[in-house]
């Protein structure tokens, strides 16, 4: 769903909304964690710890939150260690889903998982059996604000970057899964603002829904799997045919 599609639009706009709402401050304590579990709690010496604390900045998350969460990952609070975990779903009319979470305790999030897909015409995949339909990739956000395509264009080919897709509001990078972190070390060099820097699904065959039933259905199950406390990322293969949705925002 990396492409152009305007589903794309929508689900960058709700998480506008969930910052304003404050939902987004658990997903960025998780990852926060999680950076500072694999590279340890000094923001200096770990660029994906940077990343997550800047983006949580950038969302007015107080500083307190920001420090537990370091001091969760690296284990000074104690307590159970969050873990990422991934599952795989089947949607609406056989659509693919891949959820990213990060938890405390794998039990609860399996047990609720299920009961969400169950709710929402959803069903657990096998491993596997739905991550094949996508190609793993590295992606960057950078604002677009004073920084000219042109330019954005010329640094993501010297930093070796694959491709980069732009709007008014921000450029986004994408790499090969293991050039991730030498791509976005030579845009920190270079002093581009990296907003993010994560790895993400984009499916090889998006399938586009033309049913409004259909769609509307597996837009909330992708709601409700983004909205669900544990989850960090969700991808799915699934695009809105354009005629529809003037129709889904009613």
Same mark, same amino acid.
């Given at each position: ?48 710890? &940077? ?56 039990? &609860? ?26 190609? &793993? ?114």
């Amino acid at each position: 769903m990396a492409g152009h599609n305007k589903w794309s639009k929508v689900k960058h706009i709700k998480a506008r909304v969930d910052a304003i709402k404050g939902r987004v401050f658990s997903k960025c304590a998780h990852e926060i964690a999680l950076a500072a579990r694999a590279g340890g709690g000094d923001v200096s010496m770990n660029a994906r710890l &940077r990343t997550a604390v800047d983006n949580a900045k950038a969302l007015s998350m107080p500083r307190e939150n920001i420090e537990r969460a370091i001091k969760k990952g690296t284990g000074e609070l104690g307590g159970d260690a969050i873990q990422e975990v991934t599952y795989e779903a089947y949607g609406p009319s056989g659509t693919a889903f891949i959820i990213e979470m990060a938890t405390d305790n794998l039990n &609860r999030s399996a047990a609720d998982l299920r009961t969400i897909l169950t709710k929402n015409h959803g069903t657990i995949a096998t491993p596997g059996s739905v991550s094949y339909q996508f190609d &793993r990739k590295g992606e960057l956000r950078i604002p677009a604000a004073d920084i000219p395509e042109d330019r954005i264009m010329e640094a993501a080919i010297e930093s070796g970057a694959d491709d980069v897709q732009s709007d008014e509001d921000e450029h986004l990078l994408l790499t090969a899964p293991t050039e991730l972190g030498a791509v976005a070390g030579i845009l920190r060099t270079a002093e581009f603002p990296i907003t993010s820097e994560k790895f993400i699904f984009i499916p090889q065959n998006p399938t586009t829904l033309t049913d409004p039933v259909i769609a509307r259905q597996a837009i909330k199950l992708y709601d409700v799997l983004d909205d669900y406390q544990d989850t960090l990322n969700v991808f799915t293969n699934f695009e809105v045919a354009d005629e529809l949705l003037d129709q889904l925002d009613g």
